[in-house]
């Protein structure tokens, strides 16, 4: 008997009644899956829950940030997309590609891909109001979709009343041949994360935000922070919101002579981490004091503090750059560095390098970086006239170009509230 079945429906899950019109919907999805999640939870409200995982808020400033094209990732998705589908790409997309290449974005395409992101629609569109509580999952490691997207999003959906909470994953997109990826060729999400003294599955996780938002479940998600932030594959703390700036740290004069100093970063590497087994570098405070800050073949590394106990450093990081150089258009990319107790190379911290192009002044946000600090590590800050993210992207090899300021860094001391518990996987 239908119609018995249809009563037991109504009267046991009165939120799922079709008569008015208002059917419990949840959506989940990665990256491409996870904006169209951020878009459609603005104009329908019939959306109640998403779980976004990996995804952008401004399409141009995740391809195109600071102006300059994200080359690596740009190339990856373009002859992808042209090999898996070929003669069907969108031709905007071949010609922003074509753009980007050499170094402009037409106006056009901006606004194409503007319409395309939350950032816009949050900023430009009385009738976009997210009607939809979001659980975000964002990784440290993405140089696609850096963390920062995953806040903006949130600021958005917070700003209209919605409860948002972030989870800060290690890994994300990974650019092919230059990032290492534990799921398939370019991809990886975590089975698992470390929040505090917590152990949560990821899919688990999942589902009790919808068990909540979509059944009703008084509390199912109550386990699942504001914000967690991932510092490595077995530890993590929790926040009450994305740490941003920190510890102030003047930047002293540095002098790029060429817009190829990191071209051969990733063989010098190798070599490094193999001598770093064979000795391991005994330098440490000395290393503060030193005063190389002028490159021709490998990145800059300068020295800003030694790390004197067990630590972190987790959020944005911030700064304020002038360049100065003969070429109007000049490039560097910066980034925030750790030079291991023992190690003889310089790590980059999330793998994250932010562009910054054109003389003048810059007060920018870098991409977020987490990672656990222990008593000996040197962080410091990086330059690079070259990076492979960027690889067709950055100044010509003869470009001199000189670059002085501070940056802000959130470091963090174990507490109560934040604590990280190093996990053993089982």
């Known amino acids: 008997d239908l119609s018995y079945i249809i009563d037991w429906i109504e009267n046991n899950i009165p939120r799922l009644s079709y008569r008015d019109s208002n059917p419990v919907i949840g959506m989940i999805g990665e990256s491409y899956g996870g904006g169209v999640q951020l878009l459609g939870a603005g104009v329908d409200r019939r959306i109640d829950a998403i779980i976004p995982v990996t ?41 922003a590609y074509i753009d980007a290449r050499s170094g402009e974005l037409k106006s056009s395409t901006i606004s194409q891909f503007a319409a395309r992101g939350a950032a816009h629609a949050c900023a430009c569109n009385a009738d ?8 975000i999952i964002q990784g440290f490691r993405d140089v696609l979709f850096p963390l920062n997207e995953a806040v903006r999003n949130s600021e958005c ?86 740490p941003r700036g920190g510890t102030h740290h003047p930047i002293e004069l540095i002098t790029v002579h060429s817009g190829g100093a990191g071209f051969f970063e990733m063989p010098m590497r190798w070599i490094e981490n193999i001598s770093s087994k064979i000795a391991s570098d005994r330098r440490s405070s000395s290393m503060i004091n030193s005063k ?5 073949f490998r990145p800059a590394f300068v020295p800003l503090l030694e790390i004197e106990g067990d630590s972190f450093i987790a959020g944005i990081p911030s700064a304020t750059i002038e360049l100065t150089s ?18 003889r190379s310089v790590e980059l911290l999330s793998d994250q390098i932010t ?35 960027f690889r067709f992207s950055g100044s010509s090899w003869s470009t001199r170009t000189e670059l002085l300021g501070s940056i802000e860094l ?7 509230e934040n604590q990280f518990v190093v996990q053993r996987y089982k």
């Open 55 to 95: 995804t952008w808020n401004d399409i141009k400033q995740s391809l195109y940030p600071n102006d300059v094209a994200k080359s690596g990732w740009l190339t990856t998705l373009v002859a992808v997309g042209n090999l898996m589908n070929p003669g069907k790409m969108m031709p905007l997309l071949n010609k």
């Open 128 to 135: 976009f109001q997210p009607h939809a509580d979001a659980l």
């Open 157 to 242: 959906f917070e700003a209209n009343g919605r409860d948002v909470r972030i989870v800060g994953i290690q890994d994300g997109h990974l650019l092919p041949f230059v990032q290492s990826s534990k799921g398939i060729l370019g991809y990886n999400v975590e089975e698992k994360v470390h929040c505090g003294d917590k152990t949560l599955r990821t899919r688990d996780m999942a589902l009790s935000w919808f068990d909540e938002k979509l059944k009703g479940v008084a509390n199912a998600a109550q386990d699942i922070p504001k914000v967690c932030l991932t510092h490595d594959y077995k530890s993590g703390s929790v926040f009450t919101e994305v």
């Open 355 to 389: 562009p910054v192009k054109g003389v003048g002044r810059h007060e920018i946000d870098l991409a977020a970086v987490s990672s656990r600090l222990q008593k000996g590590d040197i962080l410091g800050f990086v330059v690079h006239g070259y990076n492979n993210q």
């Open 410 to 416: 959130p470091l963090q001391t174990p507490t109560i």
């Open 292 to 296: 190389k800050t002028s490159v021709r």
């Open 326 to 343: 003969k070429q109007k258009n000049t490039t560097v990319f910066v980034g925030v560095g750790v030079k291991k107790k023992g190690s």
